[in-house]
């Protein structure tokens, strides 16, 4: 179960990094290149994946 959780984290964190990393248009190719507004959900997702896995390993 722990693996799974963790796992789970990591592909939210993930996604995370991906959105934010397309809001500031360093990853192109989606309708959300370049628009800031994707840069901040990036971050929130990224932090609820980190604490996700912190919930997963304590």
Do not use: H, P
């Not at 809001?23 to 901040?40: C, K």
């Not at 971050?43 to 980190?50: F, Q, R």
């Amino acid at each position: 179960m722990r693996l799974i959780r963790n796992l789970l984290a990591l592909i939210v964190l993930a996604i995370g990094a991906l959105w934010a990393l397309q809001g500031i248009g360093l990853v192109g190719g989606s309708f959300m290149t370049g628009q800031s507004q994707w840069l901040y959900i990036g971050i929130v997702t990224m932090v609820v994946g980190l604490a996700g896995l912190a919930w997963a390993n304590r």
